[in-house]
């Protein structure tokens, strides 16, 4: 419902600045979480007699059917979903390698945010964050969310422009993501797709060999360092 078919002013105050700005609006979150709750309700305006909801493997394979009310069968799934795909870490770590999961997810630096939002969960203030995606689509070019990125320059001034009264426009939630993670670690990319200068004008600093990345940021946060990856970051 939201944002599948709604209007788009309903869309757009969904994404809003306020909205992402909660702190429980985040990966692992639902009761509680404005966008949880925001989505669910518009769900609960069409009066839904049934839902069927599935849960995926990495290879794209039913593991379970969660079925029934709609709040009843969807808590369900989370749950399970909750254990199998998620888990406690005793610490946050310095490092953390990440993808966005590869084809098609990873198809522009746009969904690519993705994945360094899931990184971004457990990277400690001031470490670094390593994303491998490929962007065969680019940016994308042209895109509401390529002009955001040029207008803003920097993480502190996207979170400006975004935040300014009255302000509104296609893709800024995505901006507001990236900004936050970057605003607590270094997001490193690699990725085939994107060139330097793009990756640069997209407020990332390029990558070109995650191993040679990698052990610079080693001397960087000390040999010790603890570091996390995540395969499939989303």
């Known amino acids: 419902m939201l ?12 994404h809003s600045y306020e909205i992402l700005d909660c702190r429980r609006s985040t990966w692992g979150i639902t009761t509680g979480s404005p966008v949880y709750e925001l989505v669910t309700e518009a769900a609960l305006v069409t009066a839904p007699d049934f839902i069927v909801n599935v849960a995926l493997n990495r290879n794209k394979e039913t593991t379970g059917v969660f079925s029934g009310d709609l709040r009843a069968a969807h808590a369900a799934g989370v749950e399970y979903v909750k254990s199998v795909a998620m888990q406690r870490v005793p610490e946050p770590f310095d490092i953390v390698i990440t993808t966005n999961s590869g084809y098609p997810l990873d198809r522009n630096l746009y969904q690519t945010v993705k994945g360094m939002c899931a990184a971004a969960s457990v990277v400690k203030p001031g470490g670094a964050i390593i994303v491998a995606a490929q962007c065969v689509d680019g940016v994308p070019s042209g895109s509401s969310y390529q002009r955001l990125l ?24 995505q901006l507001q993501i990236q900004a936050r993670v970057q605003l607590k670690a270094k997001v490193c990319l690699y990725s085939e797709g994107l060139s330097d200068e793009e990756i ?35």
Do not use: R
């Open 200 to 234: 640069k004008n997209a407020m990332l600093t390029p990558c070109h060999d995650i191993e040679e990345t990698l052990a610079a940021l080693m001397v960087e946060h000390g040999p010790g360092a603890p570091i996390c990856v995540l395969p499939e970051g989303p």
């Open 150 to 173: 040029e207008k803003s320059g920097t993480p502190e001034g996207a979170v400006k422009l975004i935040s300014s009264p009255g302000f509104s426009a296609l893709d800024q939630w």
């Open 3 to 14: 944002p599948g078919i709604a209007g788009l002013d309903n869309v757009m105050s969904a």
